[in-house]
């Protein structure tokens, strides 16, 4: 599967971005589907998934209360709601696909990757 990450930009400490993840090739819906971001020195760190069965979800504790991931699959697309940015916040940010049976956050059980796109949230 073939992903595409949009819906980066500038944003102020304290406002919202909505990242989109867009697939071709097959459809997302038998996929766990994970967002993760990089920051500079950093490494990668998984923020998000949402599974492929039931919808279930798993958060980072850095972003619980702020970020949702939600997926439509009659679009092909997962989303990333991401409101209260934090300059913390700031990071390239990466969707990735995984067939795993397992909801997860590790990078290594994804093994489709889009391109990242940034986020900075800075004043």
């Known amino acids: 599967v073939q992903l595409q990450a949009s819906g980066g930009g500038l944003v102020q400490p304290g406002g919202s971005l909505r990242l989109s993840c867009a697939a071709s090739?097959?459809?997302?819906?038998?996929?766990?589907i994970g967002w993760f971001r990089q920051a500079p020195g950093k490494e990668r760190e998984g923020v998000s998934c949402i599974s492929s069965d039931d919808d279930s979800t798993d958060y980072v504790d850095s972003v619980k209360g702020r970020f949702t991931i939600s997926r439509d699959n009659a679009k092909n697309t997962v989303y990333l709601q991401m409101n209260s940015l934090k300059p913390e916040d700031t990071a390239v940010y990466y969707c990735a696909a995984s067939e795993d049976g397992i909801i997860s956050r590790s990078p290594v059980r994804y093994t489709s990757w889009g391109q990242g796109t940034l986020v900075t949230v800075s004043s």
């Open positions: 090739g097959v459809g997302l819906a038998g996929y766990n």
